[in-house]
């Protein structure tokens, strides 16, 4: 079964509006998580690295006041859209390391902002 | 930074034939994984390879890490159209973070 849990999996939103796209780790502790953005036909951009009980490191272009990351437990991360417009519309999907080797990626939230 | 480079970047075939995708590394490698994805949906976990020489092979999907480290080839054989899809290959950078390639679309045509 998925051992990285995202919600929601689709969401549509009003223009200026905010969305908050949550990811859990399931039976593990993560002390990071981390955030991708994926375009059509485009692969998976890294965006920021959460970080339990401290700030997120976020990639050189993306936005730290527009992509709010919250990482308050240990098995909890969530990244928040502020004020949405149509080009954040995008493929979101969260990532967990449980083993050394392995990282586990939720199943995505696909964001469409109208 | 390290860059990695799929090819082909889209790739046709035939099912039942065997293919072949590349993933070359601008640095040395020290763990390369390849993933498989369908867009809109999660990513699947295919291998990890860290050794130079490596190769680990699960059902059909053969993945191999050169001596050198610098590149790896995921290799399908008799392929069949639950093989479609996205493939990415991604290497750690810091110590944590999880980057990929661009990609390689596979369409696997009846």
């Known amino acids: 079964g998925a051992v990285v849990s995202q919600h929601p999996s689709r969401v549509i939103c009003k223009s200026g509006t905010s969305v908050k796209i949550e990811c859990r780790s399931l039976d593990f502790q993560a002390t990071t998580m981390f955030w991708y953005r994926q375009f059509p036909k485009q692969s998976l951009m890294l965006m920021a690295t959460s970080n339990e009980g401290s700030k997120a490191t976020y990639e050189q272009g993306v936005e730290k006041d527009k992509f709010l990351i919250n990482h308050a437990s240990l098995t909890l991360s969530t990244l928040t859209v502020t004020s949405a417009h149509p080009e954040d519309s995008s493929f979101y999907i969260c990532s967990a390391r449980r083993f050394v080797e392995k990282l586990f990626f939720g199943s995505g939230t696909q964001l469409s902002v109208l | 930074s390290q860059e990695l480079e799929q090819s082909p970047q889209s790739l046709i075939v035939q099912e039942g034939k065997n293919l072949t995708i590349n993933c070359t590394s601008s640095?040395?490698?020290?763990?390369l994984y390849w993933y498989k994805q369908k867009y809109g949906e999660g990513l699947i976990f295919l291998m990890m390879?860290?050794?130079?020489?490596e190769e680990k092979s699960h059902e059909k999907i053969t993945a191999k890490l050169d001596e050198k480290k610098q590149q790896s080839s995921l290799h399908i054989t008799a392929s069949q159209p639950s093989h479609a899809g996205i493939y990415l290959c991604g290497t750690i950078q810091g110590a944590q973070k999880l980057v990929f390639g661009q990609g390689t679309r596979l369409t696997i045509n009846p």
């Open positions: 640095k040395t490698l020290y763990g």
């Open positions: 390879l860290q050794k130079g020489g």
